[in-house]
């Protein structure tokens, strides 16, 4: 053989050049993103300093740590290949390849060396576990290649819900929490602060989408939550992507929640467009993990992401790895072949190499730097996630190592080569104190416990900008909603809801397929609010109140002694009832005088009585209904008016049979006495008195309340209205008889015109019966006229107990005013005249009706006469 190297052994800087190697008894594997993805077909970017240096010494603070604790892993030196992802998943996949290279067999049965003999082969290291990745797309796309080989792998920062899959991932574990139990936390966050109505925003890849998957799944299943929108970020954003992105999320203004899992650059682009937009303050961000706590994707937007609510595993700052790593140089740090790199980023200054000149406007690394002393310095969040899961695997190993070396100083045959899927039981199996003290297991699908921090972004006038922590999420949600500050330092949370909650009186009505909008309709008419969805009428007696929420008895009322609609009545009545008395009086003390005798004393006193019922009934048609006030009601209504009125007939009638008699024969009619006359009468109001009696005893009288009458469109206005039992049918039909008896009498009237005026009363009456008529005919179309209102009722018994009135006064004035006047005023008129004989009746009777004939004939002659007045 040559002095040359063994054909597949090189040199260490050559064969690795993305590798870190650092030897030891075991070695374990790590995935760190050392660089951001690269542009343009160049696999690798920038450096990250945080994400990537923070992360990877995190590792190697670690490893130290083990190799030096003599309690764990005694006499086992731990190594490490560390490969740098470059923050992309296929590149990632060819780095990791180094990890299997191991367990590869190759055929070398051909290779030769120089002088022809076989060379020696120097395997690379076993690699017993890896961890990592960071992103979840870079985790799932080497999980696929370390399954196959039965490699455990433990990430500290892959979230994805998918690796949950048992079935897919059985090799992969993770010490934070997967995106599933995040999602539940902000679904937690998003009911708390009341909202129902959020849109989602997503960076395309599987961190992104899955989170956004999850939280939806969850909002699904929980309830009360709807998705207004769910936009995704592209891999690779044209221009104006970002523009069109909040075009799309102001589609649905009242969504101001928006659910963001993406990546830190597009989170800043968001919130930069937002503002370009002018729309500060108008979304209120719910961040993941992928935002928690950073400051780069707020930087020079903290007005847009002020009141933003974001979260973060819970984390604690590791003391010991601030010292460490502060205290790292190039002199200390030659392991990390990365660490140059990181050097002049952190202090923006150029390292001398051999043939490289430096840029004069460059500054020249001295080498004298010192971390946080000449450049800000923050420990990365996930660094104690790192430092969990070397511990996790290095506490397998030791366990592993106790039960299958038991006494064994370092590697026992047993655990060379160490078996995969038996480390991976141990793994499932470790439960110890973190590096931040709190517990670090695994459930069964590899997935740590869920315990996060809940931030929010605040700008205030007293303090500096940053995040504070308003709770806590373990398995349910402890957040201080006094300690939240919004846009302003407001302190009233805003509004994300599709539909405001509707008023009082108004029912949601849904809209289809979208559970937390609906539209709010009014109660209207006589409904009320019955429930969240429905409204109902409120039952006949009563009224919805004010807001609608519940019904509310319908006031009663009834015509009150002392309303304008009484008084006018009232006072009619008892001017009526005033003069007849008088008559009456008048009557009885000048009883034998020729005036009252010639007026008829029987029948005008039931006249009179007739005309004082009509008065008395006004009283009774205000009086509060009662069962006496309403059976008097129906016995007296039509009694006055039929008693009058048949009075007035039976005169009226026996006028006319006298003079009819007169003009045939000399012998008088029959039933023309006094007697007769009472009997005539007293029959025809007997008619009415059965007819009232017979209405008692099918349908006795009794009050009822009429909701009906006063129901007007506005149920404010709605009232009950207390009264008889006395239809508007029934009323007719009770004074139909008397109607009756006054259209007769009318008739009487009429043909008795002709009848001279010093032989009877047959003119007065007529006159009386024509007025009579003619006030009845104003009352029909007033009273079943009158317009449904709140006064109906008292017009209606104004307007009856006025027409009645006035009919009365009418009778009255016209048949015994002017008898009473005569009486009292000119009593020497009140004297006995030639008392006439039914031979003189005939007489008369026979010359008015020649005259009558005489006057017929002499104007078809076309002649007219003038008597002259022999009385001259």
Known sequence: MTSHPPLLSLDHQHSHPHSIKIPGDITLGGLFPVHARGHAGVPCGEIKKEKGIHRLEAMMYALDQINSDPELLPNITLGARILDTCSRDTYALEQSLTFVQALIQK?????????????????????????????????????????????PQISYASTAPELSDNNRYDFFSRVVPPDSYQAQAMVDIVKALGWNYVSTLASEGNYGESGVDAFVQISREAGGLCIAQSLKIPREPKPGEFDKIIKRLMETPNARGVIIFAHEDDIKQVLEAAKKSNLTGQFKFVGSDSWGAKSSPILDQEEVAEGAVTILPKRASIDGFDQYFTTRSLENNRRNIWFAEFWEDDFRCKLTR?????????????????????????????????????????????????????????????????????????????????????????????????????????????????????????????????????????????DSVCSFPCRSGERKKMVKGVPCCWHCELCDGYQFQADEFNCEMCPFDMRPTLNRTACRPTPIIKLEWHSPWAVIPLFLA????????????????????????????????????????????????????????????????????????????????????????????????????????????????????????????????????????QRP??????????????????????????????????????KSRGVPETFNEA???????????????????????TAQSTEKMFIQTTTLTVSMSLSASVSLGMLYIPKVYVIIFHPEQNVQKRKRSFKAVVQAATMSSRLSQKSISDKQNGETKIEPDRTQ
């Open 713 to 750: 469109p506005n149920p404010e206005l709605a009232r009950g209205i207390l009264k008889c039992d006395i239809a508007d049918l029934s009323l007719i039909c009770c004074l139909s008889y008397s109607i009756l008896l006054m259209v007769t009498c009318t008739v009487y009237a009429v």
């Open 574 to 709: 008892i001017l009526g009832i005033l003069a007849t008395l008088s008559v009456i009086i008048t009557f009885i003390r000048f009883n034998d005088t020729p005036i009252v005798r010639a007026a008829g004393r029987e029948l005008s006193y039931v006249l009179l009585t007739g005309i004082f019922l009509i008065y008395f009934i006004t009283f009774l048609m205000i009086a509060e209904p009662g069962t006496v006030v309403c059976a008097f009601r129906r016995l007296l209504l039509g009694l006055g008016m039929c008693i009058t009125y048949s009075a007035m007939l039976t005169k009226t009638n026996r006028i006319y049979r006298i003079f009819e008699q007169g003009k045939k024969s000399v012998t008088p009619p029959k039933f023309i006495s006094p007697t007769s006359q009472l009997m005539i009468t007293f029959i025809l109001i007997s008619v009415q008195v059965v007819g009232v009696f017979i209405w008692f005893g099918v349908m006795p009288p009794h009050t009822i309340v009429d909701y009906d009458e």
């Open 354 to 494: 051999p043939g490289i000149k430096i840029d004069p406007e460059k500054k020249k690394c001295t080498g004298e730097e010192r971390i946080s002393r000449d450049s800000h310095y923050e420990q990365e969040g996930k660094v104690q996630f790192v430092i969990d899961a070397v511990y996790a695997m290095a506490h397998a190993l030791h366990n592993m190592h106790q039960d299958l070396c038991p006494g064994a100083m370092g590697v026992c045959d047993k655990m060379d080569p160490v078996e995969g899927r038996l480390l991976l039981s141990y793994i499932h199996s470790v439960n110890f104190n973190g590096s931040a003290g709190t517990a670090v297991l695994f459930n069964e699908n590899g997935d740590a416990p869920g315990r996060y921090d809940i931030f929010q972004y605040q700008m205030t006038n007293t303090t500096n900008p940053g995040y504070r922590v308003i709770g806590q999420w373990t398995n349910n949600l402890r957040l201080n909603v006094e300690e939240m500050q919004w846009t302003g330092g407001s302190r009233q949370i805003p």
């Open 763 to 785: 003119k007065p009456i007529g006159f009386t019966m024509y007025t009579t008529c003619i006030v009845w005919l104003a009352f029909v179309p007033i009273f079943f006229g």
């Open 107 to 151: 055929d070398t049965s051909d290779i030769r060396c120089s002088n022809g003999e076989q060379p020696i082969i120097r395997k690379p290291e076993r690699v017993v576990g890896v961890i990592g990745a960071s992103g979840s797309s870079v985790s799932i796309m080497v999980a696929n290649v370390l399954r196959l080989f039965e490699i």
